[in-house]
T-cell receptor, first 112, second 115 residues
Framework: SQKIEQNSEALNIQEGKTATLTCNYTNYSPAYLQWYRQDPGRGPVFLLLIRENEKEKRKERLKVTFDTTLKQSLFHITASQPADSATYLCALPNTGFQKLVFGTGTRLLVSP | NAGVTQTPKFQVLKTGQSMTLQCAQD?????MSWYRQDPGMGLRLIHY???????DQGEVPNGYNVSRSTTEDFPLRLLSAAPSQTSVYFC??????????????FGEGSWLTVV
């Protein structure tokens, strides 16, 4: 069956460190993968998209990698700040359909 | 721009009642969708639309109806509310759909409790 897996346990790190979140998928062949941020009580907000022919994408302190052989994407936040504390969701398209499928998200807590 | 606007923000329904969650977007997006989000389940697609007059089912469509008479609006109807429909509902829109990787813009959510 098709699955998107993100670590359900919260990730606790100290301010200034690099946070690394993982998104693994099975039985998908996505043309791209997206990452979203969701704050409590709010809707998800788009952060980054990486396509299947791209190994790495950067935006300010964010970096995303995409390994289609391992079926895995890593999401990095460098020099993390308490304001980065949120839940981060990965999403990919269901092949052949106009459907974006989401992982359950990983909660990141950055302490001062 | 207002983006994606959902109403109401909070609603309590009795089992068996019907109601409509409203969603409007002002970005002239062709693609609109409804998700529900439950603890441990993530966001699950209920219905989506690729343009006015065109709708299709998502992952969890049972108990919900949609219609798309205009580009701007995409209401979600609960026909006969059940406690299992207690959830947070998000409406989302995208320029021309998700196939090419267009960004999806989400509304702020509607918290529904069915008692």
């Amino acid at each position: 069956s098709q699955k998107i897996e993100q670590n359900s346990e919260a990730l606790n790190i100290q301010e200034g460190k690099t946070a690394t979140l993982t998104c693994n998928y099975t039985n998908y062949s996505p043309a791209y993968l997206q990452w979203y941020r969701q704050d409590p009580g709010r809707g998800p907000v788009f952060l980054l998209l990486i396509r299947e022919n791209e190994k790495e994408k950067r935006k300010e302190r964010l970096k995303v990698t995409f390994d289609t052989t391992l079926k895995q994407s890593l999401f990095h936040i460098t020099a993390s700040q308490p304001a980065d504390s949120a839940t981060y969701l990965c999403a990919l398209p269901n092949t052949g359909f106009q459907k974006l499928v989401f992982g359950t998200g990983t909660r990141l807590l950055v302490s001062p | 721009n207002a983006g994606v606007t959902q109403t109401p923000k909070f609603q309590v329904l009795k089992t068996g009642q019907s109601m409509t969650l409203q969603c409007a977007q002002d970005m002239n997006h062709e693609y609109m969708s409804w998700y529900r989000q439950d603890p441990g389940m993530g966001l699950r697609l209920i219905h989506y639309s690729v343009g006015a007059g065109i709708t299709d089912q998502g992952e969890v469509p049972n108990g919900y109806n949609v219609s798309r008479s205009t580009t701007e609006d995409f209401p979600l109807r609960l026909l006969s509310a059940a406690p299992s429909q207690t959830s947070v509902y998000f409406c989302a829109s995208s320029g021309t759909g998700v196939g090419s990787g267009n960004t999806i813009y989400f509304g702020e959510g509607s918290w529904l409790t069915v008692v």
